[in-house]
């Protein structure tokens, strides 16, 4: 029996708050150093990410144009930033680098989002890569400590993602001012 269109919509916005809402116990968890429980309850919420997936791509269209997917991946991979920094002592003084290239793709994209809510943000194929990759960063890091070469891979694919969807976003802003055919 095929699953109803509307059904699917409810499970797949259920789905995304409930990666939303999991970052106030991760946080309180990681602040408290309880790595395992953060572990546990990461994969948990990170793994919401990819049914949500599969459950709106079946879905009906959601009720308003705000990206709600979107938006809980920004958020949940700022905290993860966080969390980063609460679990990892020597994360950030070592790929600091990485973080001032992010955070001015990020303020880029922000006003543009705002300033234009009718612009459909594009998920590229991409993009879901790298957001696949960066949700293994903080269990990795867990379990097997700093694999240096794997940290760097992951930040230069995110890194990369971000570029190629700040190039979207523009084209779309282009287009939509009737600057590009």
Do not use: C
Request: net charge positive.
């Amino acid at each position: 029996m095929p699953l109803n269109k509307d059904t699917a919509r409810f499970i797949a916005d259920a789905l995304t708050w409930s990666r939303i809402v999991s970052v106030v116990p991760i946080t309180i968890l990681a602040w408290y150093g309880l790595e395992w429980w953060v572990f546990g309850l990461y994969i948990a919420a990170a793994l919401t990410d990819t049914f949500d997936g599969i459950f709106a791509r079946r879905a009906a269209p959601p009720k308003t144009d705000t990206d709600l997917d979107g938006l809980a991946d920004l958020l949940f991979s700022a905290v993860t930033l966080l969390w980063l920094w609460l679990l990892v002592p020597e994360f950030f003084p070592k790929y600091w680098l990485y973080f001032p290239v992010l955070v001015l793709l990020e303020l880029y994209m922000i006003p543009v989002r705002v300033r234009q809510p009718q612009l459909v943000v594009p998920h590229l194929q991409f993009g879901r890569y790298a957001m696949a990759q960066f949700m293994f960063l903080l269990p990795v890091l867990i379990l097997w400590g700093d694999v240096a070469w794997f940290v760097h891979l992951v930040l230069l694919t995110g890194t990369a993602s971000k570029v190629q969807l700040a190039l979207a976003i523009r084209q779309r802003v282009r287009t939509a001012r009737g600057e590009v055919s």
